[in-house]
T-cell receptor, first 112, second 110 residues
Framework: GAGVSQSPRYKVTKRGQDVALRCDPI?????LYWYRQALGQGPEFLTY????????KSGLPNDRFSAERPEGSISTLTIQRTEQRDSAMYRC??????????FGPGTRLLVL | QKEVEQNSGPLSVPEGAIASLNCTYS??????FFWYRQYSGKSPELIMF????GDKEDGRFTAQLNKASQYVSLLIRDSQPSDSATYLC??????????FGTGTRLLVSP
């Protein structure tokens, strides 16, 4: 596709539910990144993949958060047993290997 | 000390003036540096990146890097009201992940 796409764009869920956020990177981009952005702050790194391999998950807040990219293209960020503090904008970016990162439109998650 | 620091602003400049946005970083091993523009409610948009000391120009934008001083700046010449946005500085410390500053809000008045 022309750019990074993310779905859903908005997700409202109840506390305790699991959510799955999807990212489809720019075609040909081997690296995919997940960030979380709070209002008035810059994006905060969560995890990234080169092809299907998760290279760094040091930014995942706790073990309720996980991510996968099984075929080296689309990635899913899963949050289990959501809590209100998980409410934020979740952003995905992709790049050619170590090149500049291009962001998608984000998924706004609201946990009630 | 935050890893990447920016003045939150707002930085107010009149139309046609030069806007100067600054960023300092703490990790001397940082290898590449990026400026993103983020309009309210939108996603960050890459506008410049720089890897080597010195200046890099692209249209009305100039990125400046001084690794000895651990300082990156972005100059916007002939500022336009459409340049009003938050500008995020991001640093790659060598492990592919980007560390972002909190952003500087720029207001360009007609």
């Amino acid at each position: 596709g022309a750019g990074v796409s993310q779905s859903p764009r908005y997700k409202v869920t109840k506390r305790g539910q699991d959510v799955a956020l999807r990212c489809d990177p720019i075609s040909g981009h081997v690296s995919l990144y997940w960030y979380r952005q709070a209002l008035g702050q810059g994006p905060e790194f969560l995890t990234y993949f080169n092809y299907e391999a998760q290279q760094d998950k040091s930014g995942l807040p706790n073990d309720r958060f996980s991510a996968e990219r099984p075929e080296g293209s689309i990635s899913t960020l899963t949050i289990q047993r959501t809590e209100q503090r998980d409410s934020a904008m979740y952003r995905c970016a992709s790049s050619l290997a170590t090149g500049p990162q291009y962001f998608g439109p984000g998924t706004r998650l609201l946990v009630l | 000390q935050k890893e990447v620091e920016q003045n939150s602003g707002p930085l107010s400049v009149p139309e046609g003036a030069i806007a100067s946005l600054n960023c300092t970083y703490s990790d001397r091993g940082s290898q590449s540096f990026f400026w993103y523009r983020q309009y309210s409610g939108k996603s960050p948009e890459l506008i410049m990146f720089i890897y080597s000391n010195g200046d890099k120009e692209d249209g009305r934008f100039t990125a400046q890097l001084n690794k000895a001083s651990q300082y990156v700046s972005l100059l916007i010449r002939d500022s336009q009201p459409s340049d009003s946005a938050t500008y995020l500085c991001a640093v790659n410390t060598g492990f592919q992940k980007l560390v972002f500053g909190t952003g500087t809000r720029l207001l360009v008045s007609p």
